[in-house]
């Protein structure tokens, strides 16, 4: 953990290695059952885990994102794509000016995405690759049965196992509920609305939280970490100029 070392130490790490893990999320509701930093409190865990295996240096998880859309439930806090982009932008760069080439975003909100995804291919073009990791794709991918469609939403029992496994003493699962998310009546196949997760839900869960626990949250954390340990090993392994843009043809 970079706050852990020393300015001695961390010029010991930046003069041999060129690469590092940000963990970013948000701080919104996750329905009433679980805390509000969830998907930062996950992406930290799985970002501290991952540089524990592999030797890459993590840093602090940057705890705000890009949650507007959560806002009518109390205590979402939300920063605009545009200063989210901006703050990662500015940690990215400072991490290049000691010699990192290499980033690894261990991403804890959906939301984030698009800002994170301008960034990357704004960062290529700048001789800084960096690469972005969402633990919910690789669950859905690689544990298939483990909760059908209605429990991998947000504040869904997916989400809330990884709480159960990773911070218990958080979550309140007496309080957990399932709601069906509502569909309005514009809705055709094909249309994206700008709507608020108040517009589909009322108490912020997507589907099905009740069947959430702890050993299948910890069934995931353990699988997800071993696929981002192995994008960490090849990252790591990768010549510069793979990496970086091409010239044109
Ligand atoms: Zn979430």
Redesign the pocket.
């Known amino acids: 953990m970079l706050h852990e070392m020393s300015w001695t130490e961390a010029k010991e790490y930046f003069t041999k290695n060129d690469m590092a893990i940000l963990p970013v999320g948000?701080n919104e509701q996750?329905g009433p059952q679980n805390p509000l930093g969830?998907?930062h409190l996950i992406a930290k865990a799985i970002a501290e885990e991952t540089a524990k295996r592999t030797g890459v240096l993590c840093l602090q998880v940057v705890p705000f994102g890009v949650s507007s859309h959560h806002r009518q439930f109390w205590g979402t806090i939300y920063i605009s794509p545009r200063i989210f982009k901006k703050y990662v932008r500015d940690v990215c760069l400072a991490l290049n000016y000691y010699g990192v080439r290499r980033i690894v975003i261990v991403n804890?909100?959906g939301g984030n995405l698009p800002a994170l995804m301008e960034l990357a291919r704004e960062l290529r073009e700048e001789e800084v690759f960096m690469s972005i990791f969402q633990w919910w794709e690789v669950a859905g991918k690689l544990l298939p049965d483990l909760f059908k469609s209605e429990e991998r939403g947000?504040?869904g029992a997916e989400?809330t196992s990884m709480n159960l496994a990773l911070h218990p003493h958080i979550v309140d699962m007496d309080k957990a509920v399932d709601e069906k998310p509502r569909r309005h009546f514009t809705q055709t196949d094909g249309i994206t609305l700008p709507f608020d997760t108040v517009d589909k839900t009322s108490s912020g869960v997507f589907g099905k939280s009740t069947t959430a626990s702890a050993e299948k949250g910890k069934e995931i954390f353990k699988v997800v970490v071993n696929e981002l340990v192995k994008h960490v090993a090849l990252l790591k392994k990768a010549k510069t100029e793979d990496l970086m843009q091409k010239s044109k043809v």
Do not use: F
Request: aromatic content about 0%.
């Open positions: 948000s996750h969830t998907d804890g909100h947000h504040a989400e």
